[in-house]
Each structure stands twice: as structure tokens, then as C-alpha cells.
């Protein structure tokens, strides 16, 4: 049943403590997502299998199933807010990857009322790759089971259900570097299975990471489709 109210903005958000009151005083269902606490607090999980669509938001300490949301209000969301133990050059990357995994989760809402949507027609398929692998599905192509999530358990769960035939990749193309090193590192997509899973539990939940059903390859064709 959709019923719940997500109200998107920050902790520092004043304005929308009245609203969030006066909801919460009509009996009407709701959670409030402070961004900023997304990847280090709060947790977001999307699957997609096809042209179905399943996840959830856990936000103070509310797990959201995103089939229950009817109506999504985008007042002032905010970028991740990292611990400054982290290194710089970690932190932009798992601010743009947290940033672009919860870009991908407002483009696949779109069969909710959205005040203030966000979409933009210049930014609807740029670095989207689930809402890439969303509209190829409705054109009839065969997609990969697909998994963006920052909840290893989630990634171990799906490993298992691929029986070890997974691949792990960024959601978005981008370059860091480590502590005393000048050159930029890039992660290539990789095969998976539960083994490396747990050996990198702990590191999983840094940042969102996109895996997929290993899909074997004889060549590989980068193509488009325009119409």
C-alpha cells in the first residue's frame, strides 16, 4: 500500500519541521531523509530484475520500503557529510558515487506525485546506469539482475543468489588516489564472488557499489539506441 510521505532535505532544514509536524499530527505516515547521512548512517538498497523494481531507505533508524512511498517531497537534500578521518582523496569519490546512487534512486521513483522533482533533461542519463538499464528493459532488451547498494550484507545476499557469478563495478566512472601516491587509480569492473565478499565486508559499506549478474562475453559491442 503506498502511503508514506518521504520528505527529502537536511538535518539543518528548519522549514521542514513544521511540515514533518503537522503530517505527524494528521496521522499521516512519513520519513524524513537527511542525505547528508547517506553512506556513513543511513542506508539505501535498490535492485532491479527486469522492469521490477525493489528497495528500501533506512533512515533514522525507519527502514522505507519504496513501495509503500506514495509522495516525495525534494525540499533541500545535501551531499554526504564524511568523517574527517577519511582521505581526501576517498572522500570526493564516495561523495560522488553516494551522490549519483541517490540520483539513480530519485529517476526510478517515477510512479509517485513529486513536489519540486529534480529531474532535468540534462542530467536524466548522465551516469544514471540504473535508470539506463530501466528504460533498455522497456525497450525489450535482456538487462543484468542489478544491485546498487551500500549494505554488504545486501551485496553477500546477492552474490549467493548469482551462486558466485556476480560483478561488482562503480556507478559512476571516476579516478582517486591513496595516501602518498600522486598517480590516479580507476576501478575496473571485476568478477566477484562470496569469498572476495567478505574478505572486503567492512569496506563495502564506505560507499555505494553497483554488482550485477556476470553476464560471459565472446565480444563486447558498446552500441546506442536513438528514436
Not at 18 to 30: E, F, I, K
Not at 98 to 104: G, H, K, N, P
Not at 185 to 204: G, M, P, S, Y
Request: proline letters at 5%; a negative charge.
Amino acid at each position: 500500500m503506498k502511503d508514506i510521505i518521504l520528505v527529502l532535505t537536511n538535518a539543518r532544514d528548519e522549514s521542514a519541521g513544521p511540515v514533518v509536524d503537522h503530517l505527524r499530527s494528521m496521522n499521516q505516515p512519513y520519513a524524513r531523509f537527511d542525505t547528508e547521512n547517506f553512506p556513513e548512517e543511513d542506508l539505501l538498497s535498490i535492485r532491479l530484475d527486469g522492469k521490477d523494481k525493489i528497495g528500501y531507505v533506512r533512515c533514522s533508524g525507519n527502514e522505507i520500503d519504496l513501495a509503500s512511498v506514495k509522495s516525495i517531497w525534494w525540499r533541500r537534500p545535501e551531499k554526504a557529510r564524511l568523517q574527517p578521518n577519511i582521505h581526501p582523496g576517498y572522500m570526493e569519490f564516495i561523495r560522488d558515487e553516494s551522490e549519483i546512487a541517490l540520483w539513480s534512486f530519485y529517476s526510478l521513483l517515477s510512479d509517485v506525485f513529486w513536489m519540486n522533482h529534480p529531474l532535468v533533461a540534462a542530467r536524466l542519463l548522465e551516469h544514471n546506469k540504473l535508470y539506463q538499464l530501466k528504460i533498455a528493459s522497456m525497450l525489450g532488451l535482456k538487462t543484468p539482475r542489478t544491485l546498487v547498494t551500500n549494505n554488504p550484507q545486501d551485496v553477500l545476499s546477492f552474490v549467493r543468489e548469482q551462486d558466485d557469478f556476480a560483478a561488482i563495478k562503480i556507478i559512476k566512472g571516476n579516478f582517486f588516489s591513496r595516501e602518498r601516491e600522486e598517480k590516479n587509480l580507476f576501478v575496473f569492473t571485476q568478477r566477484i564472488n562470496e569469498e572476495v565478499v567478505k574478505a572486503h565486508f567492512d569496506e563495502l559499506r564506505l560507499a555505494p557499489v553497483m554488482v550485477q549478474e556476470f553476464v560471459p562475453k565472446a565480444v563486447e559491442v558498446r552500441g546506442s539506441i536513438v528514436g
